[in-house]
Protein backbone atom coordinates (compact mmCIF):
# COMPACT_ATOMS: atom_id res chain seq x y z
CA UNK A 1 0.00 0.00 0.00
CA UNK A 2 1.14 3.55 -0.81
CA UNK A 3 2.02 5.91 1.85
CA UNK A 4 0.38 9.21 1.82
CA UNK A 5 2.56 12.13 0.53
CA UNK A 6 3.69 14.72 3.04
CA UNK A 7 3.79 18.12 1.57
CA UNK A 8 4.98 21.41 3.32
CA UNK A 9 2.24 23.59 4.19
CA UNK A 10 1.41 26.23 1.46
CA UNK A 11 3.38 23.84 -0.99
CA UNK A 12 1.51 22.79 -3.78
CA UNK A 13 2.76 19.19 -5.39
CA UNK A 14 4.66 18.70 -8.40
CA UNK A 15 3.59 22.68 -9.20
CA UNK A 16 6.08 23.11 -12.22
CA UNK A 17 8.44 25.96 -11.54
CA UNK A 18 7.68 28.55 -14.05
CA UNK A 19 9.76 31.55 -15.29
CA UNK A 20 9.48 33.82 -17.53
CA UNK A 21 12.13 34.27 -20.32
CA UNK A 22 12.60 37.35 -23.13
CA UNK A 23 14.58 36.67 -25.86
CA UNK A 24 14.94 37.34 -29.39
CA UNK A 25 14.96 34.63 -31.92
CA UNK A 26 16.22 35.55 -35.66
CA UNK A 27 15.65 39.09 -35.02
CA UNK A 28 11.99 38.76 -33.53
CA UNK A 29 11.53 39.64 -29.92
CA UNK A 30 9.56 37.40 -27.50
CA UNK A 31 8.74 36.65 -24.26
CA UNK A 32 6.91 33.65 -22.59
CA UNK A 33 6.53 31.61 -18.92
CA UNK A 34 8.44 28.24 -19.24
CA UNK A 35 8.93 25.88 -17.29
CA UNK A 36 12.33 26.22 -15.49
CA UNK A 37 13.48 22.31 -16.79
CA UNK A 38 12.36 23.29 -20.26
CA UNK A 39 15.33 22.68 -22.98
CA UNK A 40 15.96 25.36 -25.53
CA UNK A 41 15.28 22.53 -27.98
CA UNK A 42 11.81 21.82 -26.66
CA UNK A 43 11.06 25.89 -26.22
CA UNK A 44 12.16 26.85 -29.69
CA UNK A 45 10.13 23.28 -31.20
CA UNK A 46 6.94 23.49 -29.01
CA UNK A 47 6.16 27.08 -28.01
CA UNK A 48 7.94 29.38 -30.48
CA UNK A 49 6.85 26.60 -33.22
CA UNK A 50 10.26 26.77 -35.08
CA UNK A 51 9.79 23.39 -35.92
CA UNK A 52 13.45 23.44 -38.35
CA UNK A 53 16.03 23.11 -35.20
CA UNK A 54 15.64 18.77 -34.86
CA UNK A 55 16.15 16.89 -31.81
CA UNK A 56 18.18 13.88 -32.23
CA UNK A 57 19.99 12.25 -29.39
CA UNK A 58 19.18 14.71 -26.67
CA UNK A 59 22.15 14.56 -25.07
CA UNK A 60 25.12 16.38 -27.17
CA UNK A 61 26.42 13.94 -29.21
CA UNK A 62 24.50 14.41 -32.98
CA UNK A 63 24.39 18.05 -33.48
CA UNK A 64 21.21 17.85 -35.19
CA UNK A 65 20.17 20.68 -32.21
CA UNK A 66 22.68 22.72 -32.88
CA UNK A 67 21.79 26.61 -32.76
CA UNK A 68 23.83 30.07 -32.65
CA UNK A 69 23.66 32.07 -29.32
CA UNK A 70 24.88 35.49 -29.84
CA UNK A 71 26.28 34.45 -32.71
CA UNK A 72 28.31 31.00 -31.19
CA UNK A 73 27.02 27.49 -32.12
CA UNK A 74 25.55 25.39 -29.22
CA UNK A 75 23.40 22.41 -28.56
CA UNK A 76 19.71 23.79 -27.92
CA UNK A 77 19.26 20.42 -26.36
CA UNK A 78 21.94 21.01 -23.62
CA UNK A 79 20.46 24.26 -22.72
CA UNK A 80 17.63 25.30 -21.06
CA UNK A 81 15.20 28.19 -22.00
CA UNK A 82 15.92 30.10 -18.76
CA UNK A 83 19.52 30.17 -19.56
CA UNK A 84 19.56 32.10 -23.21
CA UNK A 85 17.12 35.05 -21.13
CA UNK A 86 18.29 38.59 -22.80
CA UNK A 87 19.97 36.21 -26.13
CA UNK A 88 19.85 36.34 -29.75
CA UNK A 89 19.15 33.08 -31.17
CA UNK A 90 19.27 32.12 -34.75
CA UNK A 91 17.59 29.02 -35.85
CA UNK A 92 18.09 27.14 -39.35
CA UNK A 93 14.38 29.72 -40.46
CA UNK A 94 16.93 32.54 -39.63
CA UNK A 95 19.36 31.86 -42.05
CA UNK A 96 18.08 32.22 -45.34
CA UNK A 97 18.37 35.89 -47.36
CA UNK A 98 15.84 38.47 -45.88
CA UNK A 99 13.62 37.90 -49.30
CA UNK A 100 13.33 34.46 -48.56
CA UNK A 101 15.63 32.62 -51.16
CA UNK A 102 18.33 30.54 -49.96
CA UNK A 103 21.59 31.93 -48.56
CA UNK A 104 24.58 31.35 -50.44
CA UNK A 105 25.68 28.24 -47.96
CA UNK A 106 22.34 27.01 -48.40
CA UNK A 107 22.02 27.29 -52.23
CA UNK A 108 25.68 25.22 -52.79
CA UNK A 109 24.80 22.65 -50.55
CA UNK A 110 21.40 21.93 -52.80
CA UNK A 111 23.61 22.17 -55.69
CA UNK A 112 26.48 19.49 -54.19
CA UNK A 113 23.61 17.20 -52.77
CA UNK A 114 24.71 17.86 -49.46
CA UNK A 115 21.56 16.67 -48.34
CA UNK A 116 19.52 13.45 -48.06
CA UNK A 117 16.74 13.02 -45.47
CA UNK A 118 17.71 16.21 -44.09
CA UNK A 119 17.68 15.50 -40.25
CA UNK A 120 21.30 16.89 -39.96
CA UNK A 121 20.88 19.88 -42.00
CA UNK A 122 19.98 22.57 -39.67
CA UNK A 123 22.66 21.64 -37.65
CA UNK A 124 25.07 21.77 -40.04
CA UNK A 125 23.51 24.75 -41.92
CA UNK A 126 24.06 26.62 -37.97
CA UNK A 127 27.43 25.12 -37.20
CA UNK A 128 28.67 26.20 -41.58
CA UNK A 129 27.31 29.89 -41.18
CA UNK A 130 29.33 30.08 -37.84
CA UNK A 131 32.44 28.70 -38.97
CA UNK A 132 32.36 30.45 -43.08
CA UNK A 133 32.01 33.89 -40.65
CA UNK A 134 35.06 32.98 -38.54
CA UNK A 135 36.99 30.99 -41.67
CA UNK A 136 36.52 32.56 -45.04
CA UNK A 137 38.95 31.09 -46.46
CA UNK A 138 38.84 27.30 -45.20
CA UNK A 139 40.66 24.22 -46.38
CA UNK A 140 38.93 20.76 -46.68
CA UNK A 141 40.26 19.59 -43.61
CA UNK A 142 39.19 22.80 -41.58
CA UNK A 143 35.98 22.19 -43.07
CA UNK A 144 35.93 18.47 -41.88
CA UNK A 145 36.88 19.46 -38.49
CA UNK A 146 34.02 22.27 -38.10
CA UNK A 147 31.40 19.84 -38.87
CA UNK A 148 33.14 16.68 -36.91
CA UNK A 149 30.20 17.78 -34.16
CA UNK A 150 27.97 16.64 -36.33
CA UNK A 151 26.84 13.61 -37.35
CA UNK A 152 25.34 12.18 -41.11
CA UNK A 153 24.31 9.15 -41.60
CA UNK A 154 23.14 9.73 -45.42
CA UNK A 155 25.47 11.61 -47.57
CA UNK A 156 28.82 10.37 -46.52
CA UNK A 157 30.33 14.44 -46.16
CA UNK A 158 31.18 14.62 -49.09
CA UNK A 159 28.64 16.95 -50.51
CA UNK A 160 28.64 18.98 -47.25
CA UNK A 161 32.39 19.77 -47.45
CA UNK A 162 32.25 20.78 -51.10
CA UNK A 163 29.16 22.98 -50.06
CA UNK A 164 30.99 24.53 -47.18
CA UNK A 165 33.75 25.10 -49.83
CA UNK A 166 31.92 26.52 -52.67
CA UNK A 167 30.07 28.83 -50.32
CA UNK A 168 32.83 30.27 -49.18
CA UNK A 169 34.09 30.95 -52.31
CA UNK A 170 31.22 32.72 -53.77
CA UNK A 171 31.34 34.78 -50.67
CA UNK A 172 35.01 36.11 -51.17
CA UNK A 173 33.92 36.75 -54.65
CA UNK A 174 30.85 38.91 -53.16
CA UNK A 175 32.98 40.82 -51.20
CA UNK A 176 33.97 44.41 -52.32
S1 LIG B 1 19.86 16.46 -30.18
FE1 LIG B 1 21.29 17.86 -29.36
S2 LIG B 1 23.21 17.06 -29.86
FE2 LIG B 1 21.81 15.53 -30.53
S1 LIG C 1 21.11 14.05 -44.72
FE1 LIG C 1 20.27 12.44 -43.53
S2 LIG C 1 21.37 12.56 -41.67
FE2 LIG C 1 22.37 13.99 -42.96
Known amino acids: MNSPAVHAAGVTPNAPDMRRV????????YSAEVESRTTLVDF???SLLLT??????????????TILI??????SCLTLA????GCD???IEGLANADGSLSILQQALSEKHGLQCGF???GMLTTLSEFLRDHPAPSEQQVREAISGNLCRCTGYQGIVEAALLAASRI???RP
Open 44 to 46: LRH
Open 82 to 85: VQVE
Open 172 to 174: AAD
Open 89 to 91: ITT
Open 120 to 122: CTP
Open 22 to 29: SLRVNGKP
Open 52 to 65: GTHVGCEHGVCGAC
Open 70 to 75: DGRSAR
